[in-house]
């Protein structure tokens, strides 16, 4: 039953590490998603990917980069840890459909100290 | 740019009680709307989804959702709430390959 699954539940990084965060779905998704949830603020798009080695800048990019390599895998990068990056990262995918529900992992709680 | 509003933060509410949740969305394309659930320490759960059609859809769980095109709402409603809905719920929309949530309504229901 498993769909979409994120590779750690929590991860703690020291300021200036690079950080990966692995998500892999097992549905054939073309769409596929890294969101960051905090308090108040919901959740956020990092960034996104439509296909194979194709990435689109969600709504915060500025210090994340992702690879799709493959259709079943997105991971998403820390180039250079920072603590205000410390947060829960969500990933999601979808069909390209529009009558489609998304599916997510149960997320990552990254601390960066 | 497609944005989802959320205008209550945080709601509490006695059981038995009835519960809306408001959301208004901004995208004039193809509306693809859902409610979903998080509940404490679990991942997202879908309650509802809305594609076309009648705009009365129901969910899970004794949920349902109204969406109003005139008013480019999509509020969640149920008549009488319980302890176990104590969550956050977010209203998201789909459209151009991109998925745009709410800030997310915490709900708390006091036994």
């Known amino acids: 039953d498993v769909k979409v699954t994120q590779s750690s539940r929590y991860l703690v990084k020291r300021t200036g590490e690079k950080v990966f965060l692995e998500c892999v779905q097992d549905?054939?998704?073309?769409?596929m998603f890294w969101y960051r949830q905090d308090p108040g603020l919901g959740l956020r798009l990092i960034y996104f990917s439509y296909d194979v080695k194709m990435k689109e800048k969600g709504d915060i990019p500025e210090g994340y980069s992702v690879s799709r390599e493959k259709k079943e895998r997105f991971s998403l990068i820390l180039e250079s840890a920072s603590t205000n990056q410390t947060s829960m990262y969500l990933c999601?995918?979808?069909?390209?459909?529009?009558?489609?529900?998304?599916?997510f992992g149960q997320g990552t709680r990254l601390t960066v100290v | 740019a497609q944005s989802v509003s959320q205008h209550n933060h945080h709601v509490i509410l006695s059981e038995a009680a009835s519960l809306e949740l408001g959301c208004n969305y901004s995208?004039?394309?193809?509306?693809?709307l859902f409610w979903y659930v998080q509940y404490p320490g679990q991942h997202l759960q879908l309650l509802l989804k809305?594609?076309?059609?009648?705009?009365l859809v129901k969910g899970i769980k004794g949920f349902e959702a109204e969406f109003i095109k005139s008013k480019f709402s999509f509020n969640l409603r149920k008549p009488s709430v319980q302890w176990s809905d104590t969550a956050e719920y977010f209203c998201?929309?789909?459209?151009?390959?991109?998925?745009?949530f709410g800030t997310g309504t915490r709900l708390t229901i006091i036994p």
């Open positions: 998201v929309h789909f459209g151009n390959e991109k998925l745009t």
């Open positions: 809305y594609f076309s059609g009648d705009p």
């Open positions: 549905m054939d998704h073309e769409n």
């Open positions: 999601a995918s979808t069909a390209p459909s529009m009558n489609t529900e998304a599916f």
């Open positions: 995208y004039g394309g193809t509306v693809n």
